[in-house]
């Protein structure tokens, strides 16, 4: 399991106070972007895309406080796996997702078999 | 069904040339932002909120063309009700979401009834 | 002069209600992105970099209204330029910036001699 | 002085690896919220309006380390004060920035008198 704190910005707080829903991608990609260092010796040849994101909503984030976002590998398929996240603040769940990644051929333009030895760093991570 | 157009931005391009796939919640934002005004009067008395947000990444979207993205409501319940949307770029399905909002009433802390004036509004746009 | 209409988003809205003024620089990029596109075939060969950016913030914008960005080119010099900005809302100037831009070579990593031919386009827009 | 320290984020870097110029306010408006946050209980009711702003880039800002944003007071005055920051990343200083603040009253909606309090706090941060 990954840990990452994130402390909110000024810039992320929106009319009503609470962290707007928009930012909270930002922060998952910064939850998991150990695992995309993994795969990518560097951000410019990525081989990692994101197919699919499911976030749901528990609780209003506040400025002021560090959240705190917990990151696990859920599935591990030949081409793509499954990251399940939580975020807290003091305590409290606020958000719940899951992002699925495909391990991406850009020279072929089609996924590609996750090779074995981030097959098995990912299964590390598995809980 | 409501029709956005949102012009990629320079600082919304990723280092491999395409928009990263967090700024796709701040453009569906805006492609049904009209039904937010229509339940807040202003946005510091917000009666909607967020509670969950399921995207498709389907393609890739280039900075230099505009998108365009159709938004339209799925279901009405009692207290919620859900969208989809659909971005394309160059006719080219890339995005596909679905978001489901609550009116919410924060003197009580709790979901409460879609007026009938705003449900018959809704109702409007489902397809 | 180069005349842009950006319309404010919801996620740009901080929680005074207004825009914070760290979306400021964001739009005014987007002011001058003709001259971006110009200087570079694709964004990632990029031959101008940013080396000052002076903002004064005259008035609140806020969500709901669109803005008119108006830039001009004040100076070119032999590897640099200045761009002047003004940001208007509803009639009201917002924002006045002045953005000191630098033709770069990168293979050098040095500042290199604005080609002719950018140049006379430069001084299309001297206002 | 006041010493921050920012993660640069995946989704800060922009088409050539760098981090856009348009994310560095951001970054700075954090090196300076412990000051923000002192004149205002809660961020709702801001008594602080930035009203000038000027950078230098000196060199690029990469993903991938660290940088380190240190803030001192450079000047105050009746109703404004100046601040000075830099941004180190790696030993190298990348952004020089200068930001006047102004201690505003919305219900007057003119500048305001910096209290005694908060001048005696601000004029330990001077250097």
């Known amino acids: 399991m990954l840990k990452k704190i994130i402390t909110p910005r000024i810039s992320e707080t929106n009319i009503t106070?609470?962290?707007?829903?928009?930012?909270?991608?930002?922060?998952?990609?910064?939850?998991?972007?150990?695992i995309i260092r993994l795969f990518s010796q560097n951000l410019a040849e990525p081989s990692l895309i994101t197919v699919n994101m499911n976030i749901d909503f528990l609780h209003e984030i506040f400025f002021g406080k560090d959240v705190e976002i917990l990151t696990s590998v859920k599935k591990v398929g030949t081409s793509s796996f499954i990251l399940h996240q939580d975020v807290y603040q003091d305590g409290i769940l606020c958000v719940r997702a899951s992002t699925t990644l495909v391990h991406f051929d850009y020279s072929t333009h089609k996924p590609a078999s996750i090779p074995k030895a981030f097959r098995d760093i990912l299964k590390e991570h598995v809980s």
Do not use: N
């Open 17 to 34: 106070g609470h962290i707007g829903h928009t930012v909270i991608p930002v922060w998952l990609e910064e939850g998991y972007e150990e």
